[in-house]
C-alpha cells in the first residue's frame, strides 16, 4: 500500500484469489529485484571489509623496519587482509610508491608534509648517532669533538640522494661544518663494514644498526654531541582509505618495536634510551 501511494498505480490487482501483479507492479518488481541483491551484497561487503578482511594490501616499508620488525608485523596482519604484497626500499621509493598509488600503505621516516590528503601515524623518534672504530677508544661520556674527528677521519656518508643522507648532512651544515665528499654509500651493511675497517666514521641510528648485529663488530656508538638530531619513522596512507586499517598497521609496529626492538637497542646504546620515543600502543 505505501509503494502503491508513493507511485500512485496499483502494484496488486485485490480483486482476484490468489492475487496477481499488476503491469506497473512486474515493472517495479524486476527493476527492484537486482537492487535488492546488490544491497545485501554491499552490507555483507562492507560487514566483511570492517571486521575480517581486505581482499588486498601492497605495502611498503623502509629496509631498517622490514629487517627488525618485518615478520612480527606481517603476522599481526594476516587476520585483516586476505593477500598481502610487501615491497621494500629505501624511504624515497616509498614515498613516490605512495604518490602513484602504486603502494597502500608505508612505513617511512619522509611525512610527506607538503602532500595532502595523507594521514601520518608516528611509530618512532630515535637519535642520529655517531659510528666511530673501537680501536678510537672514545669515550661514552665524553663528547666527541666533530670538528677534531672531521680533521682526523674521512666521514662516511649514506647517499645524499637518500632521507639519511640528506638529514645528516643538512644538520652538519647547521653546526658550520662541511666533510669532504669522500665515501658514500647506500647501506648500513656497507656503512658499517667501512667504520669497523677504521676507513672513517659516520652518521645513524639506532635502528639501522639492528640490521648489521653492530654489536659483534670493532665499532663504538656514541651520542652526538652538542645539539642532537632526530629521525621519526609514520605509518603512511591516504586519507580515508583501508577505514581502520592503517591505525591497525601502526598499532602492531609499535609494539614489536618496544617489545622486541628497544632491549635490542638498548644494548649496544644504553644512553640512548631517554632520546628514544614509541607511542604507546594498544595490545597486540
Given amino acids: 500500500m505505501q509503494l502503491e501511494r508513493m507511485f500512485e498505480v496499483t502494484l496488486i490487482a485485490r480483486g ?4 496477481k501483479v499488476t503491469g506497473p507492479g512486474h515493472v517495479l518488481l524486476s527493476r527492484a529485484l537486482p537492487i535488492l541483491d546488490a544491497t545485501e551484497n554491499l552490507i555483507v561487503a562492507v ?29 599481526s596482519l594476516l587476520d585483516k587482509v586476505q593477500r598481502l604484497t610487501v615491497t621494500s626500499g629505501t624511504t624515497g621509493v616509498q614515498s613516490r610508491g605512495l604518490l602513484n598509488r ?31 672504530p673501537a680501536s678510537m677508544g672514545q669515550r661514552a661520556d665524553v663528547p666527541v669533538d666533530i670538528g677534531q674527528l672531521v680533521e682526523r677521519l674521512p666521514l662516511v ?16 651544515r647547521r653546526l ?21 675497517s677504521e676507513i672513517g666514521w659516520a652518521i645513524t641510528t639506532p635502528l639501522c644498526l ?19 638530531f632526530s629521525r621519526t619513522l609514520y605509518v603512511l596512507a591516504r586519507e580515508n582509505e583501508f577505514a581502520e586499517l ?15 626492538c628497544l632491549p635490542r637497542l638498548l644494548e649496544y646504546a644504553p644512553w640512548a634510551e631517554r632520546s628514544i620515543r614509541i607511542p604507546e600502543g594498544e595490545p597486540s
Fill in 16 to 19: 482476484h484469489r490468489p492475487l
Fill in 47 to 75: 560487514r566483511e571489509l570492517s571486521t575480517k578482511q581486505v581482499p588486498q594490501l601492497r605495502l611498503g616499508c623502509v629496509d631498517s623496519l622490514l629487517a627488525s620488525i618485518g615478520p612480527r608485523l606481517f603476522r
Fill in 102 to 132: 602504486e603502494i597502500d600503505i608505508c612505513l617511512s621516516s619522509d611525512p610527506l608534509d607538503e602532500s595532502e590528503g595523507v594521514s601520518r601515524l608516528p611509530i618512532l623518534t630515535e637519535p642520529f648517532v655517531l659510528l666511530l
Fill in 157 to 172: 656518508r649514506f647517499n645524499p640522494a637518500s632521507h639519511m643522507g640528506a638529514m645528516a648532512d643538512l644538520h652538519l
Fill in 176 to 196: 658550520g661544518l662541511r666533510p669532504p665528499r669522500g665515501i658514500e654509500v647506500d647501506s648500513s651493511e656497507a656503512l658499517t663494514a667501512m667504520v669497523a
Fill in 210 to 228: 639492528l640490521e648489521v648485529r653492530v654489536e659483534r663488530r670493532p665499532i663504538q656508538v656514541l651520542p652526538f654531541p652538542g645539539p642532537g
Fill in 246 to 260: 592503517p591505525e591497525a598497521v601502526a598499532n602492531a609496529a609499535s609494539n614489536a618495536l618496544r617489545q622486541v
